[in-house]
C-alpha cells in the first residue's frame, strides 16, 4: 500500500485521477491486514482499488465530480464499498468523473480533467475516467466505476484495459448517487479478464437495500476460464460495423473475429435494426430520470448553498445555478421538457417505446447466440476539447454501448489493438446473468 501511494504520487501530475486519496485509513488497513495475515478466503485481501467519486463513502467526501457535493461527506458507506471491504480489498481514493456521470471524456468535472494513460494529450473517456486512468497508468491494479450507458466501457476502450457493466441487478447499487436509475449498474475496470472476474466475485449479490438487486446466487466467475470456447455461438451485429466506425477500429474487430473463429467459435453477422434509435431515446430517458433524482439537490438537503440567497426561492434557484455545471443543467432541461404535459407523448413514451423494440432486437439474437461481439467505441480517445463543446457529436458516439443498458444486459469491453498508438475496444454483450460466458470469451481472447 505504501508502494501504491508513492506510485499514485509520481504519477498523479501526468493522470490527474484522484480526487481524494484514503492515506491515513488505507495504511492503517494495510496494517491490520498484515497482522491477521491472509486466509485463502480472503484472496483479495490487501489489493488496492480506487473507487468512483460517486460512490459513497462515510470516511471521505463523495463529489459527483461537482461543486454541488464539493464538501459532501456521506453518513453510510455504499453496498460496494462494505463487499470491498469484506473482501479485504483497500480503498486508496476516489477518482474522477464527468459531473454526475454525465460525460463521456471526464472534461465535464468540475475539478480537473484526467488525462489518458497513453497519451496525456486525449481524454481517458468518461464517465469513469479517473477509474480508467488509474489502473491503465498503473497507479492501482482495480477500479470501480458506474455505468450507464457506457462509463465503463468506453473508458476501459480508451485506456486499453477490461471494463465490465454487470448485468442489471448483479450488484447493489445502494450507495450509488443516482443518474438514471433503470440503466445504472456498477461494475470493475482492471488490466486483465481474471482481475476482474475476481473483483466481480467480491462486489455482486443480492442487497435488501437495492430492490432492484436480483436474488440470484453468484458463480465464480473465475472457473470457467479455461481459454475453451470450442462452439461457443457469438454474433456480430451489421449495424455496430457501419459508417460513422473508424476503419481502424473495424479493422481490428475484424482480426478478433478471426481470432474467435481460430479458437473454435462459430461467429455470423445478425441484425439489431433498431440500434439507430438508441441514443435518442437514451438521452430523453436517461435526462428525464436524472431530471427527477437531481430534484434533491436543493441547497437544503445536501451540498451547496448559495451564500447570496435572501429567500427560500433564492437557496433553491441560486444553489442549482451555481452548484451544477452546463452539461448538468442541459440534461436537466431536457428531462424536465421531455417529462412535461404536451410533451410526454411525443418524446418520452415514444422513446420508452423505442427501448422496447431494442430490447426485442436483443431477446431474438440470444435466442441463437451465446455472445455478441463488435466495437466498443466508434472511434479511439479524442483530444482535449475536440468534442466536449458539440453536445450531439459527444452523445452519437455512445451509438454502441446505450442499447445494452436499454436491456439490462452485460456488456464489457477487451482492449483489441491500437490506432496511432492509441487503445481500441473490443465490446462483448451477454445473456442477462451470464457474465461468466463473457469472461470465458474474454480470458481465451485476451
Ligand atoms: N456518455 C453517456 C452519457 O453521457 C454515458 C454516461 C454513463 O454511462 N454514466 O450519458
Redesign the pocket.
Known amino acids: 500500500i505504501t508502494d501504491t501511494f508513492d506510485r499514485i504520487e509520481s504519477t498523479e501530475k501526468e493522470i490527474d485521477a484522484f480526487l481524494t486519496l484514503n492515506k491515513e485509513n488505507a495504511l492503517k488497513k494495510a496494517e491490520e491486514i498484515d497482522e491477521k495475515g491472509i486466509t485463502s478466503e480472503k484472496l483479495l485481501a490487501g489489493i488496492p482499488i480506487s473507487v468512483k467519486d460517486n460512490i459513497v463513502t462515510k470516511d471521505m467526501r463523495t463529489t459527483a465530480g461537482s461543486k454541488m457535493l464539493e464538501n459532501f461527506v456521506s453518513v453510510y458507506d455504499a453496498a460496494v464499498i462494505e463487499k470491498m471491504s469484506e473482501a479485504g480489498l483497500i480503498n486508496v481514493g476516489k477518482v474522477n468523473l464527468?459531473e454526475f456521470?454525465?460525460?463521456?471524456t471526464t472534461e465535464n468535472s468540475y475539478f480537473k480533467p484526467t488525462k489518458n494513460a497513453w497519451d496525456q494529450t486525449k481524454v481517458p473517456g468518461?464517465?469513469s475516467g479517473g477509474s480508467a486512468a488509474s489502473v491503465a497508468s498503473g497507479q492501482v491494479p482495480a477500479s470501480i466505476g458506474?455505468?450507464?450507458?457506457?462509463?465503463?466501457r468506453?473508458p476501459a476502450a480508451f485506456n486499453g484495459i477490461v471494463g465490465m457493466k454487470p448485468t442489471y441487478g448483479r450488484v447493489s447499487r445502494y450507495g450509488l448517487i443516482a443518474?438514471a436509475s433503470s440503466l445504472?449498474q456498477i461494475g470493475p475496470l482492471t488490466r486483465t479478464v481474471k482481475d476482474n472476474a475476481l473483483i466481480l466475485n467480491a462486489i455482486s449479490g443480492h442487497d435488501p437495500k437495492d430492490s432492484t438487486s436480483a436474488k440470484l446466487a453468484v458463480p465464480d466467475f473465475t472457473a470457467n476460464l479455461t481459454g475453451d470456447i470450442k462452439g461457443m455461438k457469438i454474433a456480430v451485429p451489421e449495424e455496430y460495423l457501419k459508417d460513422g466506425v473508424a476503419p481502424d477500429v473495424c479493422q481490428a474487430v475484424q482480426e478478433a473475429i478471426k481470432t474467435f473463429e481460430s479458437l473454435g467459435a462459430i461467429v455470423e453477422q445478425v441484425s439489431l435494426p433498431h440500434t439507430k434509435y438508441g441514443v435518442a431515446a437514451?438521452?430523453i430517458i436517461?435526462s428525464a430520470e436524472a431530471s427527477s433524482n437531481l430534484q434533491r439537490f436543493d441547497g437544503i438537503r445536501y451540498g451547496y448553498r448559495s451564500p447570496e440567497a435572501k429567500s427560500l426561492e433564492d437557496v433553491y434557484v441560486m444553489s442549482r445555478s451555481e452548484g451544477f455545471g452546463p452539461e448538468v443543467k442541459r440534461r436537466i432541461m431536457l428531462g424536465t421538457f421531455s417529462l412535461s404535459e404536451g410533451s410526454y407523448d411525443a418524446h418520452f413514451k415514444k422513446a420508452s417505446q423505442a427501448r422496447t423494440l431494442i430490447r426485442q432486437d436483443f431477446d431474438h439474437v440470444f435466442s441463437e447466440y451465446d455472445l455478441i461481439i463488435g466495437p466498443t467505441t466508434p472511434t479511439v480517445a479524442y483530444g482535449f476539447g475536440e468534442i466536449v463543446d458539440d453536445p450531439v457529436a459527444?452523445?452519437m458516439a455512445?451509438v454502441l454501448?446505450?442499447p445494452s443498458?436499454f436491456a439490462g444486459l452485460p456488456g464489457m469491453s477487451v482492449p483489441c489493438g491500437f490506432s496511432e498508438g492509441l487503445p481500441i475496444g473490443l465490446q462483448l454483450l451477454g445473456k442477462h446473468f451470464d457474465e461468466d460466458t463473457m469472461y470465458r470469451a474474454a480470458y481465451a481472447f485476451e
Request: aromatic fraction near 16%; charged fraction near 15%.
Open positions: 464527468d456521470a454525465m460525460g463521456g468518461g464517465s458506474s455505468d450507464t450507458g457506457g462509463s465503463i468506453q443518474f445504472d437514451y438521452y436517461s459527444m452523445y455512445d454501448t446505450v443498458n
